[in-house]
């Protein structure tokens, strides 16, 4: 009897230990499955607010973009953006709509944006020049604004530009094989710039 009585308390226990692993094992498993939507749903949201902000650059280089993105891949996941007009809301006022999938998961976002043309004054360049001569952009260089020369620009390594990088000339010097970032967009070839003699201007 008392043998028959500990093999039913050793099952008893292989019972509850199974019961348990089988919990625990379950547990494991949604966690993992929770961390990884969660990550999926943030990499969404965060792809939402890189397309409004391309969508902002390129409103910025150009008021009157109104194309959006289509299926724009970045970052792993695709986003798609609409640009119109807002009347009702304010003259020059500009609605932007995201819609971003990650993984499956989808997240949106709108942003109203005044679009007034910018200032043209040459404070708004972070690097202009008439004359490049002797003067290399390479690795480690990052410019956060628009930069443009009345020549043409001479680049080695991997310098990142964050606004729109113009010069005079259709093409820049390559020393070696540069790999440079044109983050902001380029616009080579475009008309000289004619430096004012009068400070007052500038």
């Known amino acids: 009897m008392p043998g028959k009585a500990s093999l039913i308390l050793v099952i008893g226990y292989l019972i509850l230990f199974w019961s ?5 094992t379950q547990s494991g498993t949604n966690a993992v499955r929770n961390s990884v939507s969660y990550h999926d749903r943030i990499a969404a949201k965060n792809l939402v607010g890189s397309a409004i902000n391309l969508s902002l650059r390129k409103l910025s280089q150009d008021g009157s973009w109104r194309s959006g993105f289509t299926n724009y891949s970045y970052a792993g996941g695709t986003f798609q953006c609409t640009i119109s007009d807002e009347p009702l809301v304010g003259a020059n006022t500009v609605s932007i709509r995201a819609t971003a999938n ?8 709108r942003a109203y944006v005044d679009a007034i043309a910018s200032s043209n004054r040459f404070s708004r360049f972070s690097y202009f020049t008439d004359d490049e001569s002797g003067i290399y952009f390479n690795t ?16 080695m390594g991997s310098p990142v530009f964050f606004g729109l990088v113009s010069s005079v000339s259709s093409t820049y010097v390559k020393w070696g094989a540069p790999t440079p970032e044109f983050l902001g967009g380029t616009n080579f070839g475009r008309e000289r710039i004619d430096l004012p003699i009068d400070i007052s201007i500038l």
Request: proline share 3%; charged share 15%.
């Open 140 to 155: 480690n260089d990052t410019i956060y604004g628009p930069v443009h020369t009345n020549e043409q620009f001479y680049i």
């Open 20 to 24: 348990l692993a089988d919990s625990l």
């Open 102 to 109: 990650y993984n499956g998961c989808i997240e949106s976002g």
